[in-house]
């Protein structure tokens, strides 16, 4: 038994606390213990599996920075299995000032911030940031992405499913958008379906990809969807004030299957209402294994135009025709990978905050963009989503999420008790879902 464990209470999260492995009957906890070395296990057996291909993309002076890199990796495995305090951050990036000062506020706060009795974000962020940094500081390793293999490998298993939706999106585009309750009907398929996507998240899946929904059934799962606010999310679409707006803003999650959704969506967005612009937020940095960075999103396009499906290339090509005429940008903000939940943005990142504030919406995909949102806490299920936010409100707000950690807001009386009921594991598996529109207030 690792010494760990004698720091955390055998207790569920309390209410209205911050999440944290401190309590073992929560995600936090198994999340710290068991996902977070299994993740670092799995980087290190890969390295050492796939050497002599890093050694021939980069120089042969990579061959001892791997080296180091697994050893820096396991001392790091080490440090979180037995609890030590997190380190201080070592590089001279723009964002190690913001980590670093965390680190010193929570330690002022709470006495050692160690893995089990800190804040889960600020420990699952720092994994992943101490990750970059560990390469980072070698010689020639400082642009590899770690976790390319595994994003490409779940583009390579979802491409029948790609092909299904091109085609779907192309019957689509060529019977046009004149008619309402035909352009309702497919804008809302394609948002669930959007929502269904982000069940392919590598870091809780770590790599084992299921086979994707049939869009065509999304209706199928509506039973599921703790919270469909879809209708109220076109219902705003399609108001004056809406439609006259300028920008849609997409905050991306993962790579592979869920973003080949994501261009789907957007692609009937914009359509359906030529007038709008996207605008779509991805990482700085490799994150949470599967998370969309601006490389990953041209090389998906890039694939998609290759494939053998002639639809599919096809959708590939009007997709990079979006991106060149700039009715679609790309903007990585290093905001995205810092530790802090959304409420903090106006005073971290007052640009980023000003972009999102002159958008029509802000459509937050996946588990990590929810738990940011709405505070990392352990709400009542019944909260209001707005009280939740806490203040953030740019804009008008969209979450696609399927819950895979333990918060969840906005849920009628008695929902959250029944899914218990039926599975102790509703809060991990991906098997609900939740979409919120929250309106300007």
Same mark, same amino acid.
């Given at each position: ?178 008619? +309402?309750?035909? *352009? ?6 394609? &948002?669930? /379906?959007?929502?269904? %996507?982000? #069940? ?57 299957? +869920?973003?080949? *959704? ?6 009937? &967005?914009? /359509?359906?209402?030529? %007038?709008? #612009? ?70 971290? /990142? ?92």
């Amino acid at each position: 038994m690792c010494e760990c464990t004698d720091m955390s209470m055998d207790l569920k999260t309390p209410r209205n606390v911050y999440l944290s492995a401190f309590y073992k009957r929560s995600f936090a906890y198994h999340t710290v213990k068991n996902r977070m070395p299994v993740i670092l296990t799995q980087i290190i057996d890969t390295l050492s599996r796939t050497k002599l291909d890093v050694v021939k993309e980069f120089d042969q002076n990579s061959a001892e920075d791997l080296k180091k890199v697994i050893s820096e990796l396991s001392k790091f495995k080490y440090e979180i299995q037995t609890n030590k305090p997190l380190t201080k951050l070592q590089s001279d990036a723009p964002d190690i000032k913001i980590y670093n000062d965390y680190i010193d506020k929570q330690a002022t706060e709470e006495g050692e911030t160690t893995y089990f009795n800190t804040i889960w974000l600020l420990v699952e962020c720092y994994m992943y940031r101490r990750i970059k940094e560990v390469f980072s500081l070698t010689d020639s390793l400082g642009s590899f992405d770690y976790f390319r293999s595994l994003k490409q490998e779940q583009f390579n298993k979802c491409r029948a499913a790609t092909v299904i939706l091109s085609k779907h999106l192309k019957g689509v585009t060529d019977r046009g958008f004149s008619d +309402e309750k035909f *352009t309702q009907e497919m804008v809302l398929t394609y &948002l669930k /379906a959007n929502l269904w %996507g982000n #069940k392919c998240d590598l870091s809780v899946t770590l790599g084992k990809v299921n086979d994707v929904l049939n869009v065509l059934n999304v209706t199928e799962m509506d039973r599921f969807i703790l919270v469909d606010d879809s209708q109220k999310f076109y219902d705003n679409l399609s108001s004056t004030e809406f439609s006259t707006a300028v920008y849609i803003d997409v905050v991306l999650d993962n790579a592979g299957y +869920e973003l080949i *959704t994501d261009l789907i969506l957007m692609s009937s &967005l914009s /359509a359906a209402y030529p %007038g709008f #612009k996207v605008r779509f937020h991805v990482k700085v940095m490799p994150w949470f294994i599967s998370d969309v960075t601006e490389t990953d999103f041209h090389w998906t396009l890039q694939e998609m135009s290759q494939m053998n499906d002639e639809i599919t290339r096809a959708f590939a090509k009007k997709c990079k025709e979006f991106v060149s005429s700039g009715q679609w940008s790309i903007i990585a903000h290093p905001f995205w990978t810092y530790p802090y939940e959304y409420k903090f943005m106006k005073e971290l /990142a007052p640009d980023l905050y000003s972009i999102l504030s002159d958008s029509a919406c802000v459509i937050f995909k996946g588990d990590l963009n929810y738990r940011k949102l709405f505070g990392e806490k352990n709400w009542d299920p019944t909260t209001p989503p707005l009280e939740a936010l806490q203040g953030f409100q740019p804009s008008r707000l969209l979450t696609l999420r399927t819950i895979k950690a333990d918060i969840v807001v906005g849920l009628q009386p008695g929902v959250a008790e029944r899914c218990e009921k039926e599975d102790s594991k509703w809060m991990e598996n991906g098997d609900y879902g939740v979409i919120h529109f929250i309106p300007k207030s």
